[in-house]
């Protein structure tokens, strides 16, 4: 028989589906807008120490990975839109532009929530930047939402608490 060790009843669990993702008032992206974010995940390079017959490890270099952000695209404001103004001060297609990192990089913030709305989780995503857009596909036999997946790129996350 195996051993069952109950859940205390005062243990509240994170839900996926409590957080709100704030971008900065110029990118003008609501947080209602937001449908899904990946959490941010982090990679630490592992460099080995070798010695006679055995290695021993050390930490080396480590980078935040990037992150994935499903959004809501509706007919206004749009979401298509929005993003695209984001692109562009990262690269016109028109002109061959290219912007500056002070223009295009923009810090991000998810905010995780109680049951009651109550922020209890807070990352700060520092100096993001876009690499990749996907504005999705037209199907005539979909009745689905026309969303927009962003791809980018965090110099640095910070978990508040």
């Known amino acids: 028989m195996a051993l069952q060790i109950p859940v205390p009843i005062n243990w509240e669990p994170k839900r996926n589906n409590r957080f709100y993702l704030e971008f900065p008032t110029e990118v003008g992206i609501e947080v209602w807008k937001v449908r899904d974010v990946k959490r941010p995940t982090m990679d630490i390079n592992s460099v080995e120490i070798p010695y006679m017959n055995e290695?021993?490890?050390?930490?080396?270099?480590?980078?935040?990975?990037?992150?994935?952000?499903?959004?809501?695209?509706?007919?206004?404001?749009?979401?298509?839109?929005?993003?695209?103004?984001?692109?562009r001060l990262h690269a016109e297609s028109l002109t061959g532009r290219m912007g500056y990192a002070i223009g295009y990089k923009k810090d991000l913030i998810i905010k995780g929530l109680d049951p009651s709305g109550v922020e209890i989780e807070k990352w700060l995503l520092e100096q993001c930047m876009i690499t990749n857009v996907d504005f999705g596909s037209n199907a005539q036999d979909d009745d689905e939402l026309q969303t927009v997946k962003i791809t980018i790129q965090p110099y640095r996350c910070i978990l508040n608490y």
């Open 55 to 87: 290695s021993n490890y050390v930490a080396g270099r480590y980078k935040w990975n990037p992150i994935e952000i499903t959004l809501i695209d509706p007919i206004a404001p749009s979401t298509s839109t929005q993003v695209m103004e984001w692109v």
